[in-house]
C-alpha cells in the first residue's frame, strides 16, 4: 500500500509512507476493509501527533511483479485473480533435478523461534525447517483442510539436520510494544542478522520460498519473522 502523508516539524511537506500487508487464504475476502480502515486511518491521524495520511493507492505484489488495486480517485477496487495461487508443498523432501548446495537467509524482522520450548539463540538448519513446517502446516490446516499429519515431519527434519551452518552473522535484539488490550509492555525480540547454510538444500527451496512469504516463528501477525533468501 502506498500511503501519502504531510507534517514535518510543524510545516507542511508531503512524505511519502510505503505499507506492507500480506493477506494469506481466507483473509483475502477481507481486503476490501483493510482498505478502507488505512483511508480512515489517514484522516484521523498517525501515531501521537495525529499525523494526518491521505492513501495514494494500493498495488498487489509477487514474484517481484505489480499491479494496481485499488486507486482513491475512481475508488475501485479491481480484482486480485492474478496473484491468487495454490502453492503445493511436497509431504516430503524430493530428489531435486538442480542441486543447490549453499544459502543464506537474512532476518529482515526479529524472529522468535522455538526448539524444545524454548526461544532459539541460535539458528541450526533443523530449528528453522521444524518452525517453517508448524507454520505452513497451521495455515494449511485453518484455510486448506489440510491434515497436518499428511507432512512427513520426520523425514523433513532428518534431512534438515545434514545440513550444517557455514556462517553466523546472528544477534537478539530486544523489541517492545506496548499492548492496549492487556495495559503492559510486551517484549517480542528475537534474531535478527544473516545465517548460511551448507548441504543438500535442492528438497529444501520451495519450503524456504513459501517461508518468505508468510514469514517464520512467533508473532508473524506483528510483522516478526520475515526473512529474505539468497541462494547459491
Not at 125 to 142: G, I, M, Q
Not at 176 to 198: A, D, F, H, I, K
Amino acid at each position: 500500500m502506498r500511503v501519502t502523508g504531510c507534517q514535518l516539524e510543524g510545516r507542511h511537506a508531503l512524505h511519502a509512507l510505503a505499507v506492507g500487508l500480506t493477506l494469506i487464504g481466507k483473509a483475502l475476502r477481507y481486503l476490501p476493509y483493510f482498505v478502507f480502515t488505512f483511508e480512515r486511518l489517514g484522516r484521523q491521524g498517525l501515531g501521537r501527533g495525529r499525523v494526518r495520511c491521505a492513501l495514494a493507492g494500493v498495488d498487489a505484489a509477487s514474484d517481484g511483479q505489480s499491479y494496481p488495486l485499488y486507486a482513491p480517485e475512481d475508488r475501485t477496487l479491481r480484482a486480485s485473480d492474478p496473484f491468487e495461487r495454490q502453492t503445493v508443498l511436497p509431504a516430503a523432501p524430493e530428489v531435486a533435478d538442480t542441486p543447490t548446495s549453499r544459502v543464506r537467509i537474512e532476518l529482515l524482522t526479529p524472529a522468535r523461534l522455538k526448539f524444545e520450548e524454548r526461544l532459539a539463540v541460535e539458528l541450526p538448519f533443523h530449528v528453522l525447517v521444524r518452525n517453517l513446517l508448524r507454520r505452513v502446516a497451521h495455515l494449511s490446516y485453518f484455510h486448506c483442510g489440510g491434515d497436518p499429519a499428511a507432512v512427513a515431519f520426520r523425514e523433513w527434519i532428518a534431512r534438515a539436520q545434514e545440513v550444517r551452518t557455514a556462517g553466523n552473522r546472528l544477534e537478539w535484539f530486544d523489541w517492545e510494544r506496548y499492548s492496549g488490550r492487556q495495559q503492559t509492555r510486551m517484549s517480542l525480540g528475537g534474531l535478527l542478522g544473516r545465517v548460511t547454510y551448507e548441504g543438500d538444500l535442492a528438497p529444501f527451496l520451495p519450503l524456504l520460498r513459501l517461508g518468505e512469504v508468510v514469514h517464520v516463528g512467533k508473532a508473524t501477525s506483528f510483522g516478526l519473522g520475515r526473512y529474505r533468501l539468497h541462494e547459491g
